[in-house]
């Protein structure tokens, strides 16, 4: 059984069907090849992220997106198609700030195409990275200023600890060699900082997914993961006495910590005390020790602020961003550092050894120019609190719910976490049936969605999660 594209919500495929009405203005999108014909070819040649090709599971093809929503169609198991619009709870992986198709985004990329649409970014140089590169220091918290252009958010923290790395080693000539460079990294427990090397290294190596690469990986030193965000003053002082200790113990080894500002991302989705992260800051200040704030998830107003270290009132020495800098248009991240880091640099090393391809990319700058356009001209602390708040006003329902172990907010994103594993595909069909996309993970069925959600879309996500814990009640 199959729908049209266009059929009203409720009447898509069978069994319980997403009931979201796609935008009506649009036409229906062309439709070349079945889904049937796709599905197979997708098994046969690609290869998904965190995926098996030998149990792959199940891919939904999305023929169109607009707004906060995505349109969707897919098999189930008996073989029969089902389409419609759902809400995407996850911003397609938290970058998708302003929604599909936004149209000042999409009138940037296509003057920006016709112009230039790339161009190498050695010896050569161009008004939308200047421009982007003049708008990110004047964002930036406190005296960082001097932006390094990467392409992924893993590469952007790769930069970022080689960065630590040779600024140690250019202090240490500077001393005239009187002591021996520094270059391990401190991280927190239940961090994740991405997947390439560097990244996996500062990422938790117990809980985290890089266990199996651990003959490969530098071995770095791990703090306990920080109180909750309201912890009582008396455990943050523990935990900050604790981490102090283990930071003295190694700061003849230690160049630099490595932290997600008061919200771990894919480690957890864990928000944690301000005040421990302000301590934190003291302590590397005491030691000589970089503090590096990797703002990829929650930078551009996720967390309630426009940087997460906002809410603790500190300046890192470095901060990566990336994720929603180009409204999740193109990829492109940003290393951005304080005139002493890149001085010492230069003056003790020479050239930061480092140069994707695509660094500085016109299209991914001009995307991002137009984004963070949208965040200062758009008011997007409105949108923030819009979706912050409907999350806290659905809170109740998740109150004392058998097999839930949590239901927490920390601005536009709402984590429901469970005492067991969730079944991913189940959760995710069943998000589906109430017209939402999920991508749960572990213990947890989480939402970053776009700003622009209504009070309506995040009634739906919260209905959706309800589903999913009702389906995962203790047998």
Known sequence: ???????PAGTSGVGRAPAVPGPAHRPVPARSRSVGDLVHSDRQHLWHPYASTTTPATVHVVRDAEGAQLNLEWLDADGATHRGWVVDAMASW????????????????????AELPHVMFGGLTHEPAIRLGELLAQLAPGDLNRVFLADSGSVSVEVALKMARQYDIALSRKQGGRRSPRTRIAALRGAYHG?????????????????????????QVFLPRPPVWDALPDEVTAWVDDATGRLRAVRDEVCAVIVEPVLQ??????????????????VTHELGMLLIADEI????????????????????DIMTVGKSMTGGSLTQAAVIATEDVAHTVSEYTGALMHGPTFMGNPLACAASLASIGLLRDDGWLHGVATVHDA?????????????????????ASATLEFF??????LATRIGL?????FRPFGRMVYSLPPYICSRDDIARICSAMSAIAEQMLPR
């Not at 864990?270 to 800051?281: G, H, I, Q």
């Not at 998830?297 to 890192?316: I, K, L």
């Not at 067991?420 to 595909?425: G, M, S, Y």
Request: charged share 20%; aromatic share 10%; with cysteine.
């Open 1 to 7: 059984m199959s729908a049209d594209l266009d059929r």
């Open 94 to 113: 938290w970058c998708m700030l302003h929604g599909y198709r936004h149209p000042v985004i999409v009138e940037a990329l296509e003057r920006q195409a």
């Open 195 to 219: 997947d390439t090397l560097g990244a996996m290294s500062v990422s938790d190596p117990d809980t985290g997914m890089h266990a199996m690469y651990a003959g490969a990986i530098p071995p």
């Open 265 to 282: 991302g894919a480690g957890g989705m864990y928000a944690w005390s301000p005040r421990a992260l302000t301590a934190l800051r003291e």
């Open 297 to 316: 998830a929650t930078g551009f107003g996720r967390t309630g602020e426009m940087w997460g270290c906002d809410h603790a009132g500190v300046v890192p």
């Open 391 to 411: 999350f806290v006003e659905q809170a109740a329902r998740f109150a004392g719910a058998p097999g839930v172990r949590d239901f927490r907010v920390c601005g």
């Open 420 to 425: 067991r594993n969730v079944d991913i595909a």
């Open 433 to 437: 049936e109430h017209g939402v996309w």
